[in-house]
């Protein structure tokens, strides 16, 4: 009954997601201040490792109390890291073309490598959490964009940018009661892309032949507490709406970095 509830509320909800969004406008780089991806030898390796309760993430058989106090498990947890750049101390900026990367926690995708950066020392990284308008406004792509991903919804309706599933218990689910928290939208009132920047006190240092390695900390119970508690009950099934832009709020500081290896 449950899970038939889930399944309808999915379709109804993603059937009606494109409906409500307006066409933004593409920012594009600017080239008098940023360099784009350029073949080469020099790259960076992004690294993601997923914690709850600050130990690392355990899928599946094991259960965790969100801030609301309602039990929860993990069966899958991605999301879309795009549009990376990184600035330099001179404050000239890179940015990847072609900058989308799914990351599947519970299958293995959990990194990916930026090639072709310019040598030198960067202070700041930035990428957005989703996919931005102009490749929502595409139609099915291919590499991490592909509807292989399982990330996709259709032509019509675009991307996932987020999505975390599991089972969940509270005072008033039913046994074997699961949740579905799929976020998109990229325009209007119903804009979920997430911003995220980061102030490097150990900077990345690029260098001919170097990989330099950024490991990053997933924190999966500020995704349930900051800054609004999320209740199983009310948030087990989200789409798009103000359900969305809440727990995006909540899921765009769940990064941290743990530490850098030049």
Not at 82 to 102: A, P, Q, R, W
Not at 105 to 127: C, R, W
């Amino acid at each position: 009954m449950i899970k038939s509830r889930i399944l309808f509320s999915l379709f109804f909800i993603g059937s009606l997601f494109f409906i409500s969004c307006e066409k933004d406008q593409e920012i594009k780089p600017n080239p008098k201040t940023e360099t784009p991806v350029t073949a080469g030898k020099t790259s960076t390796v992004f690294n993601f490792n997923a914690l709850a309760d600050n130990l690392p993430l355990i899928p599946t058989t094991k259960w965790y109390i969100n801030a609301n106090g309602d039990n929860y498990t993990i069966t899958r947890f991605n999301y879309y890291i795009s549009n990376i750049k990184l600035k330099k101390d001179d404050g000239s900026v890179f940015y990847e073309t072609e900058s989308y990367h799914v990351i599947k926690h519970l299958e293995g995708a959990k990194s990916f490598t930026v090639s072709g950066m310019p040598e030198g020392d960067y202070n700041q990284i930035e990428f957005t959490i989703g996919v931005d308008s102009a490749r929502n406004v595409s139609g099915a792509q291919v590499g991490d964009l592909s509807p292989d991903s399982l990330m996709f919804w259709t032509w019509s309706t675009g991307y996932i940018f987020f999505k975390l599933e599991g089972e969940y218990q509270t005072l008033n689910s039913m046994p074997g009661a699961t949740y579905a928290m799929h976020i998109g939208g990229f325009a209007g009132k119903d804009n979920c892309l997430k911003k995220c920047t980061f102030n490097l006190t150990n900077k990345i240092s690029v260098k001919k032949d170097n990989q330099p390695k950024i490991f990053y900390d997933v924190n999966i119970n500020e995704i349930f507490n900051n800054p609004t508690v999320i209740d199983l009950d009310s948030y087990y099934v989200i789409a798009s709406g103000q359900h969305g832009k809440t727990l995006a709020a909540n899921y765009s500081d769940m990064f941290s970095i743990n530490h850098i290896e030049n």
